[in-house]
């Protein structure tokens, strides 16, 4: 049925039936008096079928000019009644603003199965590899073996999580708790606290066969802070979008829909390849028990439990919210690296891409994180890369697991503390199961007892040093008191050859010096006594001075500044512009210059996220450890 041949521009009314806000089915009846001859709009008198909504609708594509929803008040059990759609979602009639958009909204009723108190904590989140790869356990105090794949809501904390397993009696894992942002959220948080007694609830959601989700839009509101991601569309929120037995296991999905903390039994399949560009889909929070996208897709996926092979040829993916994989990923052509955990035993097989992580992502802090203990397979495809923002190719890999290299045979890796290109080098995979872990920040060290024992080719090889690891590459090494003056000032760490022995840029280097064993040396990556001078408000940059040990090599690293009186001063900004030794410039565009505390400002240089693998991989390929290191 259609009142007119354009939806967006009728002569003739719409049905009423179209500007009908809330339609209430009841396939079970429990109600005691669903029937498809009630009007359907209010829970007392609600249709037994979905069937029924789309015969006053005329069609399953009607053209919705405000926001509907079809609540469930009970459960559909077979493939009697499936849901497929087809809406148009427009504007209200008159209104031309930019800022509002219709949805459809599928729900139903969440039903409360348990709620009581934390007992304790045994088990706090560690997202480092040092700290263990650990999830969230807590104490329910009571038998929780029905609730493996519900919903947990801390009521305390107003978050939203999952029960990943049983870890034994009545303590269970949690996937990672996010933010309670309800149907149409764009922002979530990490919320990681987890308190022994803050009150909790376990929620029951309605069964809902869903099988077509294929809306046109008239007008997509986009995301506010992004201006990239549709806010509106068709949300299933707080539903299972379960599998009857005979019927298709696909998911058919277009553009802007969105699927919100519900359980999903079916493979989410994209249609849509003309918008296949942008990030136009929202999956936050879900459980998955099956495989998910078999087919190429472009989609956000937020937190959640994915107990299936997450895709099988799948295109495009991004990956955030502390994600656990629980089956690994197949073959995906280009995953963007957000926050993901992969489970033991478990493999990531896909190219990694990245995004620009002050733009794409609706996740704040912390990102960029790849952990737990299953393992890492690069570069089985075209390209591998890592990016942190438009020219630094970064990211943190943190897992207990092997990192392997596919198909791989040679790499170019970028090393952003040195701005370059190196390669290509040769992979050995049998090299590649070494950890990845250490510290963002570079120690500092110093010592008085230091020897310079080669000079050649621009650099100068120290002995006698402590403490120095890879990470430290591209740092400046002050020296003093040697009997060469070339021999003094701050250099950059090119090469680290031991925890003792380091080489460093020097183009003026004598050896052997006459002051061997005597030589004092330091990393200058600290000091309480900056000053923030100058605020380009145009390129978004602060000047500091009254630093020590900074290098060419600094810029792309992060400066931690605190003790700030102006409270935008404070914070990690990244290096844009070496001006001196004692100077450069940092991106941030909320600064405020001069600050009234300037002379006793805190600050510390540290790397940009980094333990070991510093580097972008590029021409579908990886590194051994070793090399990430070297390069």
């Not at 469930?72 to 504007?91: C, G, R």
């Not at 068709?234 to 005979?246: E, M, Q, T």
């Not at 020590?548 to 003790?563: C, Q, R, Y």
Request: proline share 5%.
């Amino acid at each position: 049925m259609s009142c007119c041949s354009s939806p967006f521009s009728c002569s003739s009314a719409p049905p009423p039936s179209w500007s009908v806000p809330e339609w209430f089915i009841d396939p079970q009846n429990v109600t005691g008096h669903a029937s498809d001859q009630n009007d359907g709009v209010t829970a007392s008198t609600p249709l037994l079928t979905f069937a029924a909504v789309v015969e006053r609708w005329g069609t399953e594509s009607p053209v919705l000019r405000q926001n509907t929803t079809l609540f469930f008040l009970s459960s559909q059990t077979d493939d009697l009644d499936p849901v497929i759609l087809n809406p148009i979602l427009a504007n209200p009639i008159g209104n031309t603003s930019n800022i509002v958009g219709a949805s459809l909204f599928i729900k139903g009723t969440n039903n409360v199965l348990a709620s009581g108190t934390f007992v304790s904590v045994p088990q706090t989140k560690s997202a480092s590899f040092s700290g263990g790869n650990l999830l969230w356990q807590v104490d329910l105090g009571v038998a929780p073996g029905a609730f493996v794949h519900k919903l947990l809501h801390n009521i305390t904390q107003n978050s939203i999580c999952e029960i990943r397993r049983v870890v034994s009696g009545t303590i269970v894992e949690l996937s990672q708790p996010l933010t309670n942002a309800g149907a149409q959220g764009t922002q979530y948080n990490f919320i990681d606290v987890v308190n022994p007694g803050d009150a909790w609830e376990i929620l029951d959601v309605v069964s809902v066969n869903a099988v077509s989700l294929l809306q046109t839009i008239d007008h997509v509101q986009l995301d506010a802070p992004t201006q990239v991601v549709p806010v509106n569309g068709v949300c299933c929120y707080r539903v299972r979008l379960f599998d009857p037995p005979g019927g298709p296991n696909n998911l058919d999905i277009g553009y802007a829909t969105h699927i919100r903390e519900c359980i999903v039994d079916r493979s989410p399949q994209g249609v849509d390849a003309e918008n296949s560009v942008s990030f136009d889909k929202w999956f936050v929070n879900n459980v998955y028990t099956v495989g998910v996208f078999n087919a190429g897709n472009i989609g956000r996926f937020i937190g959640g439990i994915y107990a299936g092979p997450f895709t099988e040829g799948g295109f495009r993916f991004h990956l955030d919210g502390g994600i656990i994989l629980e089956a690994g990923i197949r073959g995906a052509q280009l995953v963007e690296l957000g926050n993901f955990y992969i489970a033991a035993g478990q493999t990531v097989n896909c190219a990694f891409g990245g995004f620009d992580s002050s733009v794409m992502t609706p996740i704040p802090a912390p990102r960029m994180l790849a952990w737990g203990p299953g393992n890492l397979d690069l570069g089985a495809f075209g390209s591998t890369y890592y990016k942190r923002s438009a020219d630094s190719y970064v990211a943190s890999l943190q897992l207990s697991g092997a990192i392997t290299v596919g198909r791989a045979l040679l790499a170019q890796a970028y090393n952003a503390n040195a701005n370059k290109l190196f390669g290509p080098l040769a992979l050995n995979p049998a090299d590649l199961d070494l950890a990845v872990g250490t510290t963002r920040n570079v120690a500092v060290i110093s010592g008085a007892t230091a020897s310079i024992t080669a000079a050649a080719g621009g650099k100068m090889t120290l002995t006698g040093l402590t403490g120095i690891t890879r990470s430290m590459i591209g740092y400046g090494l002050v020296i003093t008191g040697a009997a060469s003056g070339g021999n003094n000032g701050t250099f950059p760490i090119t090469d680290v050859l031991s925890s003792t022995s380091v080489m460093v840029s020097n183009g003026a280097a004598v050896a052997p010096d006459a002051n061997n064993g005597a030589i004092s040396w330091g990393t200058q990556a600290t000091g309480v006594a900056a000053s923030i001078t100058a605020f380009d408000q145009v390129a978004g940059k602060v000047t500091l001075t009254g630093l020590t040990g900074l290098t060419t090599a600094s810029v792309g690293h992060d400066l931690i500044v605190t003790g700030a009186a102006t409270a935008n001063n404070n914070g990690t900004f990244r290096i844009s512009n070496f001006i001196s030794a004692t100077s450069c410039q940092v991106e941030n565009p909320l600064g405020v210059a001069p600050d009234a505390n300037n002379g006793a400002i805190h600050w510390q240089e540290a790397t940009v996220g980094f333990g070991g693998t510093a580097l972008g991989l590029l021409t579908g390929a990886a590194l051994t450890n070793s090399q990430a290191q070297d390069a």
